[in-house]
């Protein structure tokens, strides 16, 4: 079992820098690969990134490469999402998952989840 909680969102300007972060707790966490996805409203949740239990590869959904950048710390047992650049677009829920295979990017192909942490982007 492995236990997710988001923090970091809120409400921000158009072009502004916003890092979320995950906090993990429960088995070995370098045995995960974590994502983080965001569903808006009325939409379906979709994929933003994912990184290798190790931190050694990363993946990002187009519309946020080269404006988002996910790492983690396996010795605090932290994710983090830097969003840079930010648009009215990316205002969504933001959720981390889990799982012990990465390169998934689907809902279905994570078995944790935490409880989301909305970001807002004004213009």
């Known amino acids: 079992q492995v236990q997710l909680v988001e923090s970091g969102g809120g409400l921000v300007q158009v072009g502004d820098s916003l890092r979320l972060s995950c906090a993990a707790s429960?088995?070995?966490?370098?045995?995960?690969?974590v994502a983080w996805f965001r569903q808006a409203p009325g939409k379906e949740r979709a994929f933003v990134a994912t990184i290798t239990g190790s931190g050694g590869s990363q993946y990002y959904a187009p519309s946020v490469k080269g404006r988002f950048t996910v790492s983690r710390d396996n010795a605090k047992y932290m994710v983090y999402l830097q969003m840079n650049s930010l648009k009215p677009e990316d205002t969504a829920v933001y959720y981390c998952?889990?799982?012990?295979?990465?390169?998934?990017?689907?809902?279905?192909?994570?078995?944790?989840w935490g409880q989301g942490t909305q970001v807002t982007v004004s213009s």
């Open positions: 998952a889990a799982d012990s295979s990465y390169g998934r990017t689907v809902e279905g192909g994570y078995n944790y």
């Open positions: 429960g088995r070995t966490f370098s045995n995960y690969a």
